[in-house]
């Protein structure tokens, strides 16, 4: 029995509110609030009749930490599921230690303006000490931890698939299959086809930002940084077939260097198409990546902002995408003094997807996760107080959740390996 705010009602925020409806002895009482209250509603509407869990709407501007504030004292929820954008994360936890309420999210912090000149030299500081040049980090959020803990309270940070579940597959294998782990390479296969030239699956800022940055990998105990898409691998993916995949920055990295005792390397691959790349290098050239805002015939446009409103609502690829995504981890490492490797990995396919909520794989594959770490906080399965990422909990409770609400894993303990 419990009350949820849910903040967002975008492509990830509308799987797993429809996920949380079909837990109804968990999830009692839902709201959903986002800045454009119509889709709230009319979310609210498409699930009327079809749950036992009541449902209500709201409005709310997360970038205001007073509207936040107000919301939660005035629906009292257990749980508030951030599910807007990672540019809300410190607002919304803000406002959770004011209320005395637990915070989750599926992804770390970033600015929206990495243009403003106070982020900007916290930014280029922690450039020089740690080495990598990504516009987000976990420093932003971990700097909260003594504060939930002092509180008693628990903010889960990237509780969707990549960040989340490739965490949750570390601490498995950390678990059950390794005395040690010396190396970790996640995958991220996306097989699907939607027929446009170029569109992006999730909120095309956040997505062209992570993918035209610098990559970068933990190795030795440091960060190797390298140019964007500089480095290339193929690999033969279960469902899927053979594909390109290329070595990226991504946030688990950081917090996995850390919570995996030992680990000698970490690297984060993901599949792109040749379009993807030639379209995105492109639009790179001519600036329109660009977050800085230009004066256009009297009215200032933000490039990156003007290019979302031109392409495809990530929400609208669902009818058009078949195919499926494979993402998982593989490990290579110890047990008992003998060498070892395991691949675990989940694979889902857009059409199935979109049967059952009305959404393509990759909206699903980040849903579900957020609603089975919900699921763990709210029954008591994950309770340690302070700003924790999901390889620090018990993996077992949450993987068997994503077993039976959509998102079985896969293994082999004999898999091809990354060169
Ligand atoms: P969308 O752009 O589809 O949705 C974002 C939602 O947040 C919209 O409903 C938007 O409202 C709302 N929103 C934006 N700003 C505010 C604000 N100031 N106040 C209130 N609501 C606001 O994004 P996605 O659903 O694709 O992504 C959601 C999150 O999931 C992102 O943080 C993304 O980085 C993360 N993600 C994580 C993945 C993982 O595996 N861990 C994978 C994919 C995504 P409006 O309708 O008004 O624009």
Known sequence: MSRVLVIGCGGVASVAIQKCCQVSDVFTELCIASRTKSKCDALAEKLKGKTATKVTTAQVDADQVDQVIALIKSYKPDLV??????????????????????????ANYEPEDTDDPQWRAIYEKRCKEE???????????????????KAGLTALLGCGFDPGVTQAYCAYAQKHEFD?????????????DHGYAFATNFNPEVNLREVSAPGSYWENGHWVEIPAMSIKREYDFDQVGEKDMYLLHH????????????????????????????HM????DVGMLSTTPINFEGHE????????????????????????????????????????TYYIYNVCDHQACYREVGSQAIS??????????????????WTTPGVHTVEEFDPDPFLDALDKHGLPRSESHDPALVK
Do not use: H
């Open 81 to 106: 599921m951030n599910i807007a954008l990672p540019y809300q994360d410190l607002t919304i936890m803000d406002a959770c230690l004011a209320c005395g309420v637990n915070y989750m999210d599926t």
């Open 131 to 149: 080495g990598f040049s990504a516009y987000f980090d976990y420093s932003w959020q971990w700097a909260y931890k003594e504060k939930f803990e």
């Open 180 to 192: 040690t782990i010396d190396t970790i390479d996640i995958l991220d296969c996306n097989g699907g």
């Open 251 to 278: 946030e688990e990295i950081e917090s996995l260097a850390k919570n995996i005792p030992g680990v000698k390397r970490i690297r984060f691959f993901m599949t792109f198409g040749q379009s993807y790349l030639d």
């Open 281 to 284: 290098r492109c639009l790179e």
């Open 301 to 340: 446009i933000v490039p990156i902002k003007f290019l979302k409103a031109l392409l495809p609502d990530p929400a609208s690829l669902g009818p058009r995408t078949k195919g499926k995504t494979n993402i998982g981890c593989i490990f290579t490492g110890k047990k008992d003094g003998k060498d070892k």
């Open 364 to 381: 699903y594959t980040t849903g579900v996760p957020a609603m089975c770490g919900a699921l763990m906080l709210l029954t008591g399965k």
